[in-house]
Nanobody, 125 residues
Framework: QVQLVESGGGLVQAGESLKLSCAAS????????MGWFRQAPGKEREFVAA????????YYADSVKGRFTISRDNAKNTVYLQMNNLKPEDTAVYYC??????????????????WGQGTQVTVSS
């Protein structure tokens, strides 16, 4: 069983930064790829970024590449999403997710086993 708790969301202006955190419980964090997804009102859930469990390789959606950085601290059971140069179109509820154990990272939400409750990010223009 893995529980995920996101924090760090908020209201910012365009061009500003936010850092999201996702704290995980359980002993299998180290063996799970972690991902961030987002969902805006009226839109489908969208992949944002993911980080591998074995080598911390990262992958990003084209819309955030160069602006967002995903990282993980296995000692703290935490994954982060640093978001720079935020844009109004980044406004959404952001969710972190843990993949099934010993699986590579994926952009497909069906490859993720556990989800956090979400944290709201609002970017004003």
């Amino acid at each position: 069983q893995v529980q995920l708790v996101e924090s760090g969301g908020g209201l910012v202006q365009a061009g500003e930064s936010l850092k999201l955190s996702c704290a995980a419980s359980g002993r299998t964090f180290r063996s799970r790829a972690m991902g961030w997804f987002r969902q805006a009102p009226g839109k489908e859930r969208e992949f944002v970024a993911a980080i591998n469990w074995s080598d911390s390789r990262t992958y990003y959606a084209d819309s955030v590449k160069g602006r967002f950085t995903i990282s993980r601290d296995n000692a703290k059971n935490t994954v982060y999403l640093q978001m720079n140069n935020l844009k109004p179109e980044d406004t959404a509820v952001y969710y972190c997710a843990a993949s099934y154990p010993i699986r590579p990272y994926s952009t497909d939400y069906r490859e993720y086993d556990y989800w956090g409750q979400g944290t709201q990010v609002t970017v004003s223009s």
